[in-house]
């Protein structure tokens, strides 16, 4: 009896002092570390202050201003010229391994262009972009997946105020660059402009979580501002464009820009566009700071006023091609989507699809076959500098230099003219073809040489008609076939992605300010067409890929004045109210899993909002009622409470036989540690490795149905006392403006305060979708206003 006795009260003093030893050693330990901590910080304050002379009393001053005024004032100068730089060299970075990647294709191509057999150089010319689009396609799968695409649609999204998880994370960014790296030097037909602006964007982010600039993230609408900025960093490491960067992150990101956001953008797209130049003077040799595709037209009279007209043609056939464009990518999309033996392929293994597609494509661009036909052998940007060449083509005295550019666009069979239509159907075809691919790709550059090439077209035919020049009272002014060019690159790009900015964006690249006036009027014109055929370029991508991203403004002469909210709100709220059990609140998520936020009543019968309350909360409120940690709470109150009992009794009994006796009836409790008894133990006794003392399933189920009986007090909840309300008699045109312009992803319809439904995203683009195509009639505002009055 008294070994029993024994072993129990080692079992008992082992079960509480080998916490209360690991709790000493901790405690301990963090104790050591941080007095440890505490000397070294007041060792290098004692180096600081014992910095004497000059040196010491400039790191003090220097340490000061900087607490003082880029610590309150300039700290989002400095985080938008360290955005910049970062930006600026990893766009470098991008363009140097292209480089190297093509370098590599012609010391595999070159021995063998001239001499080889035609298989050897076949294989040549395609061994290296199937591997780096294969390459591309497994690195992103494996890294990153939602690097793939241009991520200019997400961004659109992301702006909106609609999180989209991972798609700013640090394995993206890493995916985005070698993506687009490995993607451009293979040689597609695709660009470098949204993945960069999707680059830059995670940059910022990735900054925001630095210790000195986390300031600028406390709010989620500085943190937008600050991605808005960024995304003009893109643009303008892209093209070394800051002025037309700012712009066209303003026009294809946003649909209320915040003009207090304008100088952020400026800053960062100048810093990093000027430090992207100069990193080519300071590695390459550049002689200085001057335009990616550097023009040099007559500025006297670079064209004529009755070319005016021949400018609005080449708008009219690039508003044309831009939305055929359009809307064959638009089918093919749907095609490969659909298409269940590409789903086959791409789940049976990833690589297939990619690899297939480059090489269809390196096929076409082979030099010995088709792509002899349309100067296939030169990169890209030359041929959209030879394209912008201010000679004809076709004139008959030409230099050593003119004429060696002439050469690269004829064969002994054919002329520039079939070369340049056989560069805007490969471009056309290939790039529509290339951008199913899963790789980070763009699509800008490929449209921007196929409206080059258009325009250069009609340049040549104009100089054939007119080999003297136009003559306007008397005065004769020559045809300049690169402006025209620039034109129609400006024009059909502007049409495809239906923004105006393009045509700064043109006048910067080139340096050439000439030909503004026709740039505009020509991007005019071909954006007006392509608005009226259909979407443009990312909002059709938001639309495919189903992004809750509501469309543009209707037009004017339709029934958004005469549709209101209550014409296609939710009825069926799903609501909580004050004193409601804890069972219904948990069948009320079990069956509304998408719901993020539930609307507050104060009763189920006059429904009056009081607030809303995060999917979350309600989560966590139900976990603290029913969970593992208040149940194990309330048994302790339980334990505590028998132990006081017990311990009463104790006092009562004598010793004797009444002691021996209760010895006997000694049973053990975990839970229950007895002060009186010594707390000695012997060596061999081994302790168990886990005690639970909790209930048995039964009484655990019957305790929880108890427990969810009772009604829920949400004030232990955040409540947000002031969700956004509207009314029920709120336009369409009102609720699309209050959407876009506040960000909101849902909003409460009221009548007096008594919710009556509730409106998201979802149920506004599908009003408006209803509207323009007249399945939703407005009501007759006649008749509403007599009944009002």
Avoid at 199 to 212: E, F, P, Q, R, V
Avoid at 632 to 656: A, H, I
Wanted: proline share 5%.
């Amino acid at each position: 009896m008294k070994k029993r006795r024994d072993l129990s009260q080692d079992l008992l003093y082992d079960s509480y002092i080998a916490p209360i030893q690991t709790y000493d050693e901790k405690k301990t330990s963090d104790l050591f570390k941080i007095s440890y901590v505490k000397q070294e910080e007041k060792k290098l304050r004692k180096e600081l202050h014992k910095a004497r002379g000059f040196k010491g009393w400039i790191f003090r001053i220097s340490a000061y201003f900087w607490r003082i005024l880029f610590g309150h004032f300039a700290e989002e100068w400095v985080f938008l010229a360290f955005l910049g730089i970062l930006v600026a060299l990893i766009s470098y970075m991008i363009d140097w391994g292209v480089r190297m990647c093509n370098w590599s294709r012609m010391w595999l191509y070159g021995p063998l262009a001239h001499n080889g057999h035609p298989w050897a150089k076949y294989f040549a010319w395609i061994a290296l972009p199937v591997t780096l689009c294969m390459f591309s396609a497994g690195f992103v799968k494996l890294v990153g997946p939602k690097a793939v695409g241009s991520g200019i649609p997400e961004m659109k999204t992301l702006l909106r105020g609609v999180p989209i998880p991972d798609f700013l994370s640090f394995n993206t960014l890493i995916a985005k660059v070698v993506g687009i790296t490995s993607t451009l030097g293979s040689t597609m037909p695709l660009g470098k402009e949204g993945p960069l602006m999707h680059i830059s964007c995670c940059c910022a982010h990735l900054i925001g979580k630095i210790t000195t600039f986390q300031g600028i993230y406390q709010n989620e609408s500085r943190k937008l501002e600050m991605l808005a900025a960024a995304t003009a960093v893109g643009v303008g490491c892209t093209f070394g464009a800051p002025i037309a960067g700012v712009l066209l992150s303003v026009e294809i990101t946003t649909a209320y820009y915040g003009v207090r956001n304008y100088w952020r953008g400026f800053c960062a797209a100048v810093w990093g566009a000027t430090f992207y130049r100069l990193l080519y003077v300071w590695i390459e040799g550049v002689e200085s700071v001057t335009a990616v595709f550097k023009t040099s037209f007559f500025v006297d009279t670079p064209w004529a006023a009755q070319e005016l007209l021949a400018f609005s043609i080449l708008g009219i056939i690039c508003g044309f091609g831009a939305a055929f464009y359009m809307r064959m990518r638009i089918k093919f999309g749907r095609f490969i989507k659909g298409s269940k033996l590409v789903a086959r392929i791409k789940k049976a293994n990833h690589f297939v699809y990619p690899g297939f597609i480059s090489l269809v494509v390196a096929s076409i661009n082979f030099p010995p076959g088709i792509g002899q036909f349309m100067a296939g052998h030169l990169g890209y940007a030359v041929q959209v500098k030879h394209m912008f060449a201010n000679f004809s083509w076709m004139a008959p005295n030409l230099t050593v230099a003119q004429q060696d550019i002439v050469n690269q666009w004829k064969t002994p069979w054919t002329g520039p003219y079939l070369h340049l239509v056989c560069l805007i159907a490969f471009n056309f075809v290939c790039n529509i073809i290339s951008a199913t691919m899963p790789i980070p790709n763009g699509s800008f550059a490929p449209v921007f040489r196929i409206g080059a090439a258009a325009g250069r077209i009609l340049g040549e035919l104009m100089n054939t008609w007119y080999p003297t020049g136009l003559s306007y009272y008397g005065r004769i002014t020559r045809i300049v076939p690169g402006g025209y060019a620039l034109v129609g690159a400006a024009a059909f790009s502007g049409a495809v992605t239906q923004t105006m900015c393009v045509g700064v964006l043109v006048l910067e690249m080139t340096s050439q300010i000439t030909h503004v006036i026709p740039i505009l009027i020509a991007n005019l014109i071909s954006n007006s067409i392509a608005q009226l055929c259909g979407s443009g370029l990312y909002d059709s991508a938001i639309k495919a890929k189903k992004l809750p991203y509501l469309p543009d403004m209707l037009p004017r002469n339709s029934a958004i004045y005469s549709v209101y909210v209550e014409d296609f709100m939710i009825t069926d709220v799903k609501y909580i109210y004050h004193g409601m059990p804890f069972e219904q609140l948990k069948n009320l998520l079990k069956d509304n899993k998408k719901i993020k936020s539930f609307p507050l009543v104060n009763n189920p019968i006059r429904l009056i909002l009081l607030g809303s309350i995060q999917r979350l909360q309600l989560i966590e409120l139900i976990e603290r009622q029913v969970g593992k940690h208040r149940r194990l709470q309330e048994l302790n109150e339980e334990e505590q409470n028998e132990l006081k009992k017990t311990r009463s009794e104790q006092f009562k009994t004598q010793d004797g036989d009444e002691s021996s006796s209760d010895e006997d009836k000694f049973t053990y409790n975990p839970a229950y540690e007895d002060p009186y008894e010594p707390k000695s133990r012997p060596k061999s006794v081994k302790l168990p490795n886990k005690r639970v003392c909790d209930l048995s399933p039964t009484t655990q189920k019957r305790w929880e149905r108890f427990q969810m009986q009772k009604p829920c007090d949400f004030r232990l909840c955040h409540i947000d006392p002031a969700p956004f309300q509207l009314v029920e008699r709120t336009s369409l045109l009102k609720v699309h403006s209050l959407f876009s312009l506040v960000g909101i992803n849902t909003a409460y319809v009221t009548t007096i305060g008594r919710l009556i439904g509730v409106v998201s995203l979802k149920e506004l683009r599908q009003a408006i979708s209803d509207v323009k195509s007249g399945k939703l009639q407005g009501h007759n505002i006649s008749i509403i206003v007599s009944e009002e009055t």
